[in-house]
């Protein structure tokens, strides 16, 4: 496969529940859609109907596997939970696919999670000496287990105990026979909002997912809030002690939709500032600003804008390269990039050309852009990147690679300049960035993001990690369907 | 579809193991292959390379998952386990195919399972009450949790404890890191046999599973044995009160394969002795002996013999009717049955024709066959049958129609006659089922043989079944994939 | 692909037509499935709904090609041609599938074929030089051809015209927007039957394809007859000058299924009366007649009959060997023909075996079977073959192996008795199998039936081949699909 | 299928070719490739070996058919020639796919075309009259008959008195076993350029076909010229009569890729000429310039810079519409085009929006799009269009709706504004999009484009149509496979 993003971190997850609309499945068939750059590998909706549960779960995106009319009417009911995901823990097999779903000691039970328990191993492995078998090898079946042997009497009882021992990042949405439940961790790292449709409540973990089914957005989940909605309506309990939050602020660089708004503040906007800013902090001669696109495109209209240089369409995406494509010959591996991406000749020959990205993490992908826009017949090509230097892995829920494999891990700016073959190179910095995106430098004493992957500042005990006990692999089973 | 054997009772299994074979998936495959007529719907195989697990399950038939050498290379170790399946308990989504795996506090621990817990539903209650989450809607699960949950150490002690608590009709097959197991219930209902190969030990539910392999047959399994397996060869422990045995006499009759030899007693061989039998008690004079293919053969054969009437095939078998054939329309929906069998014409005009079948089960089929010779210009038809009138279900791990549906059940001899629309119906009776088999009359105080779909005698407890609170479905989900 | 009959001669073909009845798609598709036996890669029908054709082909069997309603429903009007095929002539790539269709000057003209133009490469080569364009490597399309730019007026003319230029053995079924027509070649090599259904006109290979729709049997289209069916009937055109029948004396012996009658004499009697021949002519002591499933069994039923030796199922056929299998294994190779067929080792151990098969082409299965029947205790096995030893290739339609590969061509008797492993070995006389046919020994002036593959005596010129210029491909073009 | 393009004209169809490249299949892979925008329903390679042709096609995308390194190895040899498609004339039926190949009397002859026969039926009729038989509705395939039932001796010569009889715009390429031949119609209504790659010659319909494989672009094949390629190199016959050119002008505003040059003109260049002429001639005061993503961009960017106004992302386009997602529900469909783009919600609310698009066909998707503006919060709307008003179909291969159909044909501004429900609307002036391509008004003698969709004025000849004899279809076969 040759892909662009290959070379950026990947979110894992995305989660939407609704509670008691007429059209549950095609409502979460959308709201998934609306939330696939959230996740491409996997999808899962279930819904119950008053007496029983329903499930379809499939490899591959929301359209393929619930874009059929059949699908959609064998998911009866009107309450419903689903899941697009990349494969952080658990390898892709199909039962690794969320939603999960269990038949608990008081009825059906069935969670979608967005985040990751950084004591998950330990846990698992204390639950299978009690007996518990486990069937996928992602830690939202931890979750699962806690819950079903928990020995409280009531679900929200046993799904507070079952938290109370869970360390890490986590956005979920439960849904039994009669509830819908939204969670987010007690600091809030990954996204979570609260919406309603005629009067049917909604959860997702974008605004984006409100929109396209024409919800209204009613409020961010708060931190540490667990949202009960019944036929009572909506009721909050905050079963942990009060904490600060640090949201994750690479969603507003790269992950969340441009159109999405988090905590009220629109994203597309956001990243337009940090451009603006970054133009301010690294301005440089030159004749065009020129996105990588397509997730380099608002940073590069605000840096544009604030230096008053032409904003070009340099760099053209190929909308027709599926999942598919095999680069088609050894002899020709060079040109692999250019599936992708061609580079816009008339409007690079000759000019001194400023490109504008998100982010760089292995900076394989940077250096075949910068090789193709000087083939063009570039002059000159300065790199701005609207991001602080990537240095450290993430272990809250998205797919970073090793430090060995981060550039800025291993290279300071000089030989990374020279790494990407670029006249000039400049990333924001930690205070530009907080600037851009609150107004004030980052406060050192509580800082107001979590900022883990450019600082190695961690707000949540890494436990599995710091123990040294990670296993190769967490089933003894090699499946292979 | 179009399915003639849609009339005959259905077993709902066939296992396999082989233990320290530098070959064991392809020799399991190939087990598993000779046993397909156990079971087409699904099927599956674990292995065990010494330090993993590995597994291969698909719906369908043995060829079409185990065709290919990658699959087979992927299943890599020198122990496996094998499964082909129908669906007596537990629709047939892909996660309800044989062998189930689970890690297990001492490690990986896998089974294959052909019968029935009687009083499985009640267990399942009391696991899921405890906490016990389930995957499947097999009793096969009910066997996991119970050794999962179990207070004893060794695996052996596990099994044992677990077994104490289950009721039914079982023969097992079980795989640890080191030990390969094999179990019958106490009355040791459904079949298991032991056999070597290069000095490695084989376990399959018949013996041409050993021969297809070129495997010794060494012995039966006896009932309520429970043979291990290790690298220090096989130790048999009996943990139950010692029982008689009450072997399912249809394995005889129609299940096993005419080439299998069952306590040593020859499939085939007891076919023909039976028609031979049904011969003397039933003699009709006429031109033809005609057996309906494929399961009627042997009986008419030993039915011609003794009779000295002509054997001959005057229904010929198509055998280019895969599972994918739907009758193309509604007008000719009549014509069902000939898609898999016609009529030998030139053999049957004129003729009075005596057409031996193994059993009858709803009759729908008997009456199309006859209808199809008498079409043929057949003057008169008899029909014989190989077995006594079946008048009861199965609980025991064969999927026989509710007794509503068995038309022996509802209707008497005079009127099954007419239904069928035969000249002359006889069964063989009780008595010369068993002296045909065992040279003696049915013993009333101690059966031989269990043949509760005939006498309504059941030797085992029906627990679920008599408590009345079995579900219509054990699972509140209803998945799609 | 493990396959027994891969040692079988492989009939090319089998074609059906029926004109003006209400279902014909679906009659059409049940017909073919009768004739599943004369091929089984590929298969098509064609209709007319009284204005348009319409057509649906595939690789793979009739019931996987036509089995839903919803084929059947597109397959629009009361006409339909349909066809089975093997692959003699043309690599089985989709657009090789027949029935072939071509819009001509006259309107819509559609062929189905069974059998081979001796010079349909020369045929070939001169329309090419004239401009035509040919899509598949089949001498259908030559007949096409031929009639697409013949210079007479009416399609009746054009066809007549056509197949004057044509050398070679064939049965061909056409269908145009009013007419449905049938022709035998002048020798009646290759069968065809008319029959008729609630007033509607049946062409068909055999007439099993009669009997599963439930039409009556007519007569035998004559050899060198053209049939034209219309709304006013049948009318016989005998464009040929009168040559005495050559029907293939190999369809009685192995092609045709055991239930069909050609010119009035039943396959499945016919085999029974060689068996019997085949026993006077070479008797052997011994316990027990077992024939090679299935093709083997009428034959041994008559040779069991007519020697007082028991017959006896000593090799049971395992009726779940689908296309798919591969062997498993490198290892386990030399079990490749149990996937198929396995001992039914009670009945034969201690025991001296006649094992009776129809005929021989390599031996290499021939060979296997004996192993396998010896393996499991055979005392002694003889084998009788129910046809005169293969020597010669067929060019009528029938995929045979060349000369240098068939074992009768290059071994004599006792040679091929050490190579089988077999105690002895007969084959029936040509005389022999002349009186069991007919009554009579062969003429050798005027032979009653073609049998050029026993004695080279072939009726037909072979002018393509005695040319030599045959190519080792017809096409340029190398396809993938 | 939801589409947004479904509203926008369709270029049916990309040709490749290159002559004498080791690497053949896989650059016409990439080339076809970056010609995916041109056709996405089928694709097609043909390459020759020196001794043989090989072919794949297949429907779908370039990728899904030519992504495997098994498919490029099977196309050997060092001269390819490929397609890709919609399906103006002809259904999309696998032997549609292009490159046609065809055996004619010289040796093999393969063809890919581009543009439409405007007497295309007419000599088709008169070809089947000679005997010719078709197997395809393209006609492509006219091209081939006329070739091999053409009197001359040598291929070119037989393509000159083929080429003589059409009428109509096409762009070709044509592959015999030693040349490569490229030709455009009299008028140069299609594109088609020349290029070397290693000395190697490439023809494509545009220069990003070159740029993906690294080719040098040398010049375009010129109007009514016949570029024969062949190991002594390019030769240039020009068999017509000399003309004008009248290069189809909507190449420049929709069908080209941004970035390919046609006629040293850059496409996305000439886009946001044109975008700045129109914000000259339809000025209007407002916050934002937004584009209909993505063929809006350049002529928004262009109208941006021209006017001033901010340029914004206002509408985010999904990626992740594949072709298979289908409107899950009836009561959420007039959602349908948020499955494709979304309202950039914070960007549009409160704010005097401006509109881009390049075209406005039906205005189905315009009036969804304006809502979905509206509904974001859009105080003012204001739609502008980068070319004049589409009113007429065009016959020279695009595909458009009938005249019926066409909302400019049938409403004035002021009603298609209402019909919109934009504030206000402009189309940019015929003279004015003249003097953005090429600095002056359009000559009414000689028009410098062919602007027939706007203009009426139709440079060839309508045959067929004005005949008025053109069919429902083409053929008399329906055909599912």
Redesign the interface.
């Known amino acids: 496969m040759v892909s662009y993003e290959a070379d950026k971190p990947r979110d894992e997850c995305g989660i939407f529940g609704i509670f008691s609309h007429h059209?549950s499945?095609?409502?979460a068939?959308?709201g998934l859609?609306?939330l696939?750059?959230r996740g491409?590998e996997a999808t899962g909706i279930?819904t119950h109907d008053g007496r029983?549960?329903?499930?379809?779960?499939?490899l591959g995106?929301?359209?393929?596997n619930?874009?059929?009319?059949d699908?959609?009417d064998?998911l009866r009911g009107t309450s419903a939970i689903g899941h697009v995901r990349y494969s952080t823990s658990g390898e892709t097999i199909?039962?690794n696919v969320q939603p999960l779903?269990?038949?608990?000691?008081f009825?059906?039970f069935t969670v979608a999670h967005n985040g990751n328990l950084t004591n998950g191993y330990s846990l698992r492995q204390e639950l299978?000496?009690q007996?518990?078998?486990?069937?996928t090898t992602m830690d939202t079946e931890v979750i699962?287990?806690l819950v079903?042997?928990?020995s409280q009497k009531t679900v929200i009882d046993r799904m507070v105990e079952a938290l109370y021992q869970c360390v890490g990042a986590y956005s979920l949405i439960a849904m039994t026979e009669d509830l819908l439940i939204g969670v987010r961790d007690p600091l809030g790292v990954r996204p979570l909002v609260l919406g309603i449709l005629d009067g049917a409540y909604v959860l997702a973990s974008e605004t984006?997912a409100l929109?396209?089914?024409?919800a209204s957005y009613m409020r961010d989940i708060e931190p540490g809030e667990m949202a009960v909605i019944s036929s009572s309506g909506v009721k909050s309990i905050n079963p942990f002690a009060p904490e600060k939050s640090r949201f994750c602020i690479f969603e507003y660089i790269y992950f969340a939709?441009?159109?999405s708004?988090i905590n009220g503040i629109?994203v597309?906007?956001a990243r337009k500032r940090i451009g603006a800013e970054l133009a301010r902090e690294a301005p440089v001669e030159a004749d065009v600003v020129v996105p990588v696109p397509?997730s380099g495109?608002?940073a590069a209209?605000g840096f544009a804008?604030e230096s008053k240089i032409?904003?070009?369409?340099g760099i053209?995406r190929?909308?027709?390269?599926?999942r598919?494509?095999?680069e088609?010959?050894q002899?020709?591996r060079h040109?692999g990039v250019?599936?992708k991406h061609?580079?816009?000749?008339?409007?690079l020959k000759g000019k001194r050309v400023i490109l504008v990205d998100d982010s760089i993490v292995r900076g394989t992908t940077s250096t075949k852009i910068v090789e193709m826009v000087r083939d063009a017949g570039a002059s000159q090509v300065h790199m701005r990147i609207a991001s602080p230097p990537t240095e450290y892995s993430c272990f809250y829920g998205v797919d970073t690679p090793h430090r060995d494999e981060l550039l800025a891990a291993n290279l300071d700016l000089e030989q990374m300049k020279r790494a990407i073959g670029v006249d000039s190179l400049a990333y924001i910095s930690m205070d530009g960035l907080y600037r851009a995106m609150t107004g004030h430098n980052r406060s050192s004493t509580e800082p107001q993001y979590c900022d883990a992957c450019f600082s190695g500042d961690y707000p949540i005990e890494l436990a599995d990690n710091d123990s040294g006990n990670l296993p190769a692999?967490l089933?003894?089973?090699?499946?292979?369907?």
């Open positions: 059209d499945a095609a409502h068939a959308l859609h609306s696939q750059h491409q279930v029983q549960f329903h499930a379809h779960r499939g995106q929301v359209g393929e619930f874009g059929s009319q699908v959609i064998s199909l039962r779903f269990a038949d608990l000691a009825g059906g299978v000496n007996g518990c078998i486990f069937h699962i287990h079903a042997t928990s984006c929109d396209i089914i024409g939709r441009p159109d708004a629109g597309y906007n397509d495109v608002p209209i804008s032409a904003f070009e369409l053209i190929n909308h027709y390269v599926g598919t494509f095999i088609p010959s002899q020709i040109l250019r599936l061609s580079a816009n000749r008339s409007e692999q089933s003894l089973l090699a499946e292979q369907r």
